[in-house]
Antibody, heavy 122, light 107 residues
Framework: EVQLVESGGGLVQPGRSLRLSCAAS????????MHWVRQAPGKGLEWVSG????????GYADSVKGRFTISRDNAKNSLYLQMNSLRTEDTALYHC???????????????WGQGTMVTVSS | DIQMTQSPSTLSASVGDRVTITCRAS??????LAWYQQKPGKAPKLLIY???TLESGVPSRFSGSGSGTDFTLTISSLQPDDFATYYC?????????FGGGTRVEIK
């Protein structure tokens, strides 16, 4: 079964850092572009960042550029999101998502994790 | 960056109704568009990709059309399980962006 499990969320003060992880199983992780997507309470979906299967292509939403860094370890079947200089507006449920097709840099996401909650508050 | 505008933001409909949701891109994205369904407390579910290709296992009452900048998601006969929020997303290039969502509620 294809599965994505996020971890690392929690309550953090503004200006501090947090690192999210996404553990993948049930598919050849190293063949797929991966994304982070967040959803603030009661709000819509917001794409945060994406990384290609070989880490050769990465992208960020303007709202997180310069503060967040996406990375992956294909040997560990894991995706990461390093979040620095956190702001109250970063409060959201963070999902990782796998794209539909192998070795495609931009694609729809067919499998999503249930998310990990990040709360930024003093 | 490409902006995605969805309409309406809320839609009231009855079981059996034909429902249409529109999504407009601020510049051409060819057919690089996906539609997702999300229910409260759940992760999004992929319905359609490449603007009109039905994801495996998705009922045939869902269909998508369009290319360039204008796209539609149609539910031919609304079922009780379809009351949810729907999002479009382009994947033409980074940054990928979602539309604001359309909540389909019971009339």
């Amino acid at each position: 079964e294809v599965q994505l499990v996020e971890s690392g969320g929690g309550l953090v003060q503004p200006g501090r850092s947090l690192r999210l992880s996404c553990a993948a199983s049930g598919f050849t992780f190293g063949d797929y572009t991966m994304h982070w997507v967040r959803q603030a309470p009661g709000k819509g979906l917001e794409w945060v960042s994406g990384i290609s299967w070989n880490s050769g292509n990465m992208g960020y939403a303007d709202s997180v550029k310069g503060r967040f860094t996406i990375s992956r370890d294909n040997a560990k079947n894991s995706l990461y999101l390093q979040m620095n200089s956190l702001r109250t507006e970063d409060t959201a449920l963070y999902h990782c998502a796998k794209v539909l097709r192998r070795r495609i840099p931009y694609d729809a996401s067919d499998v999503w994790g249930q998310g990990t909650m990040v709360t930024v508050s003093s | 960056d490409i902006q995605m505008t969805q309409s309406p933001s809320t839609l009231s409909a009855s079981v059996g109704d034909r429902v249409t949701i529109t999504c407009r891109a601020s510049q051409s994205i060819s057919s690089w568009l996906a539609w997702y369904q999300q229910k409260p407390g759940k992760a999004p579910k992929l319905l359609i990709y490449e603007a009109s290709t039905l994801e495996s296992g998705v009922p045939s009452r869902f269909s998508g059309s369009g290319s360039g900048t204008d796209f539609t998601l149609t539910i031919s006969s609304l079922q009780p399980d379809d009351f949810a929020t729907y999002y479009c997303q382009h994947y033409n290039s980074n940054p990928l962006t979602f539309g604001g969502g359309t909540r389909v509620e019971i009339k």
